[in-house]
Each structure stands twice: as C-alpha cells, then as structure tokens.
C-alpha cells in the first residue's frame, strides 16, 4: 500500500495524466464537432503536406525526417499537429536572446587556442584536424597543462569524488541528470552543507526530469535552505511542448576550478552499485587536474546563466587563482559541450572524426547503439577496411524496447565485421570511444538520437594522455565477462523479434 501510495504521489503520473487528458480533450473536440470534420480532415492535410515539405527541405538528420515524414503521412489528421508540437526546435524569442548572451560570454571566456593547435599540427595533422573542429564549433580550445585520470567504475569516481570534495576551499559546483537520495548522494550532501558552514560556494543544477522520480517536488528549496544555491533545468510542466524534449544530461562536478569530473556516473546508488537494477552496473568517469577545469567551469556558469538570467563574472573562477598544486603536462586535453540549439552535432561529429581516422582499432563502449545511416557506414567502412572494430553494450537492458532497438542494428554491423559484445553481469552506462592508443573520448553521450541530436551533452577529447591506455584497458577487461554476439546468435532470432525490431528502427529517430 505504502509503494502505491508512493507511485500515484509522483509528480511525473500528474505530468503525465495532464499530456493524456489535453490529447483526449483535442480527440473530443474533434467528434463533437463531427459535422466539421471534413473541413478539419482537409485542413489537417494540407497542414501535413506543408510539413512532409519543410521537414524534406530542412538541416535535419535524414533518419529524424523519415520518422517524421511517416508519422505525418500515416496520421495525417494528428502527425502534422504533433509535429508542430513536438518536431521542431524553434525557441521562443527570449530563449533564443539568453542563448545569444551565453554563447557570447562562452566564446569570450574560452579564446582559441591556435598557437597550441599549431604545435600539435606538427606532431600529428589528423589530431590537429579533430582538435580545430571542436575549437571552432563547441568553443572549446585544447589545453596542456592537465592530468586526466580514467575512473573506470562508478565506485571509483565516487571515491575520488569524496576525496575532492573535502579539499575545497572557494567553490563547488555540480551539475548532473539525476540525483536520488542514499548513500552516495547523501554523502555528498553532508559534506556540500559542511563547506557551505566553511563559506565554500557550493551551487547544484540538476535536470528536472532526469530526478522527476527520485527527488521531491522543488527540491531545490530544500537544498537552498542548507545553504546550497540550487537550480533545476527545465521544470516538467503538465503541457505539450517540444522543450520538453531537450534535458540536462551531464554530469559535471568542478572543484575550485583546478579539479573537474564528467562521464556517465550521476549521483545515484544504482551507479556505484549499491542499489541493484539491472544487475551490475558498469559505468566509467574521467577526472582532470589543471588547465582544461576552464571548460568544465564555463559550462557549468553558462548553464547556470542560462537558467536563473543572472550574469556572472566568469573571471572569478579561473584554475589558477585558487590551484593549490603546480600543473603538469599530460597529452592533449579538450572538454567540449554540446547543445541542441545550435545545430552543431558536436558529439556525433567527435565520434565520427574518431572513426575515420582510426588505423588500427575503434572499441566503443554505450549503453545504446540507435545510430543513423552515416554512423553505421563510417563503422561499417572501417571494419571492411581491416580496423579491429568492438563495441560493448549491456547484457541487461534498462528498457527493453531500447534494447530491442539496439538489436535491430547488429545484423548490419556484424556483415561488416565488427565485432559485438554483451556485457553479461549486467548494465552498460559507460560512453567512451578509444582509438589506436592515441585518442579517446569519455563523456556523457550515449549513441543515440537522444543524446546526439536533443539533450545538452558534454565530454573530453584526449590525445596521447596517460589515460587512453587505462580506457582500452578497461574495455579489453570487460570483455572477458562478455558474450560476443555472432552472425549465429542473430539467426537463432525468432523471425517475429526480427519483424518487431524491423518496425521500431522506423521509429527510432522518435524514441
């Protein structure tokens, strides 16, 4: 009783209540008012076939307009209307105004670095290339002056992260999708309040969907009571709109501005394995010690100015007025962010450019493989081409239409040659892409139109650093409690699975 009671208290069932009973008065004005149905059903059409041709002729990822382009077609009366509502990407005018202004401030706070491109030119064109795009399309340069160090459990970031939390002094800030009261949350939360009584700055954002389940309704007010300043990305609201789509999926955690933390883990008990889900939990995280924590902080204070419209003065958090320690040098170092108003498919362009300049080996490493025909033809050219392609995905699913629709996808892969493993423990949350010894990239994109097209997004891009060989480590380590998929297992597929699967991949774009 006490479970149902708990399930019909969450604010996500009103949530979702509303959306029903707002689709279900638009049904019932429609047969009310059936004498005007045929002037509504033309309407609709000519509504759908102005859509099928702004969706043709848009920027849009071809898989995302065939999705669309079916459901407006197969529901003519409802997809265009759906379209509008949920399809597009267009911003309010004030939105678009505090993007303007964050951008702005972003790009001042984060100069180019050309010189050091330039040096790095010389040691290698094809990480030069790769470290120029993000410079120039997410804003963020490539530094030197750091240590990475790959965490490759949930249990280890949260040791670390413990370790570095006790250390501050000035501020901390994080940003994560999801927080969910226990062990792991409520240890940092108890030292978060000791170092607001010490006057550190301690500020959380956390997206409000990502917690809608785990946290009480305005839960920032609770932690802003403590002390803590607190803001929650785009509140969940009983109503229909494309906003609603786009969610606040990293995972940021930066320390006095020297120390940064990004990755798959959020702060939660299922992530360092506390709390059992889907059997064990693999994820992974990356900390950084130096220069590039800039990165990491100007996208925590661009999304914190984003939210509260509140300018801040950037200048006061920089690495090295309050860095304890000398930096050292580790390889090439760059954070990147990626958001869904900018049209910039930073995270995909990240993986394809690690793709196609790999000579040896691609090992990837997602807890979802929904990718469109340009990823699969980059992975399939590269395995066709005789590099060693893997890629790691859960024995356990976390959803299993989502699982299903990763399935869809190994038929193909494996023709081509690569190489598929399911991690049989349990559950796979780690992003990570690893490459010929010489790059890797760690961060919070998953491979699928979610995270690639409309969540804000984030990650670090490394090149020849000490923790490239500890990520292709961990990956060749995972494998040995994996099952390797073959051509064999695909085969032994019920052919109704294999039709189901077939199905969903013409919605994916949409899931």
Not at 71 to 81: A, M, Q, R, T
Request: glycine letters at 6%.
């Amino acid at each position: 009783m006490q479970k149902l009671f708990k399930f019909f208290s969450q604010r996500l069932l009103y949530v979702i209540i509303d959306i029903i009973v707002t689709i279900t008065a638009m049904v019932f004005i429609i047969v009310k008012f059936n004498e005007f149905f045929v002037y509504y059903y033309t309407i609709s059409v000519v509504l759908s076939i102005i859509i099928v041709v702004l969706i043709v002729n848009s920027k849009r990822n071809p898989g995302y307009k065939i999705a669309w382009i079916i459901l407006v077609l197969l529901f003519p009366i409802f997809g265009g209307l759906f379209f509008l509502l949920f399809g597009g990407n267009k911003l309010s005018r004030r939105i678009r105004r505090t993007m303007n202004i964050v951008d702005q401030r972003t790009r001042e706070s984060l100069p180019k670095n050309d010189a050091l491109i330039e040096i790095l030119k010389q040691q290698n064109k094809d990480a030069a290339a790769q470290s120029t795009y993000i410079q120039n399309y997410a804003y963020s340069p490539p530094y030197v002056n750091t240590v990475s160090t790959y965490l490759a459990s949930g249990e280890d970031k949260f040791q670390h992260l413990l370790e570095e939390l006790k250390k501050a002094e000035y501020y901390i800030f994080l940003e994560y999708y999801i927080i969910a009261p226990g062990v792991m949350w409520d240890s940092v939360l108890e030292i978060l309040v000791q170092k607001v009584n010490e006057g550190v700055d301690v500020r959380v954002i956390y997206d409000d969907f990502g917690s809608i389940t785990t946290l009480p309704y305005r839960y920032d007010k609770q932690l802003e009571n403590l002390g803590i300043k607190a803001c929650i990305f785009n509140p969940m609201k009983p109503i229909l709109s494309i906003r609603m789509n786009n969610r606040d999926h990293r995972k940021i955690a930066v320390i006095d501005g020297h120390t940064g933390f990004t990755g798959g883990v959020n702060l939660a008990d299922e992530y360092i394995n506390l709390h059992e889900r889907f059997g064990h939990w693999k994820d992974s995280a990356i900390m950084l010690k130096g220069e590039a924590v800039w990165s990491l902080t100007v996208m925590f204070l661009s999304m914190w100015e984003y939210i509260t419209g509140k300018g801040e003065d950037y200048n006061l958090y920089k690495p090295h007025l309050h860095c304890p320690f000398p930096i050292e040098s580790d390889g090439y170092v760059q954070p990147y962010a990626d958001s869904p108003y900018d049209e910039e498919p930073t995270g995909e362009t990240v993986y394809l450019n690690l793709i196609n300049r790999a000579k040896k080996y691609i090992y990837i490493c997602t807890p979802y493989l929904i990718v469109d025909h340009g990823m699969i033809t980059a992975l399939c050219v590269a395995a066709k081409s005789g590099i060693d392609v893997r890629i790691l995905t859960p024995g356990v699913p976390d959803k299993q239409m989502i699982h299903a629709l990763t399935k869809s996808y190994y038929k193909l892969l494996l023709a081509a040659n690569i190489k598929i493993y399911e991690y049989t423990p349990g559950f796979v949350h780690a992003k990570s892409f690893v490459v010929d010894d010489e790059y890797a990239t760690v961060g919070s994109i998953n491979l699928d139109y979610r995270s690639l097209y409309l969540h804000f997004e984030c990650g670090v891009w490394l090149y020849h650093t000490q923790s490239i060989l500890p990520v292709k480590n961990d990956f060749l380590n995972a494998l040995l409690f994996c099952h390797q998929y073959t051509m064999e297992d695909y085969k032994k597929t019920h052919w109704f699975q294999r039709f189901i699967r077939a199905f969903l991949r013409i919605i994916a774009p949409l899931v």
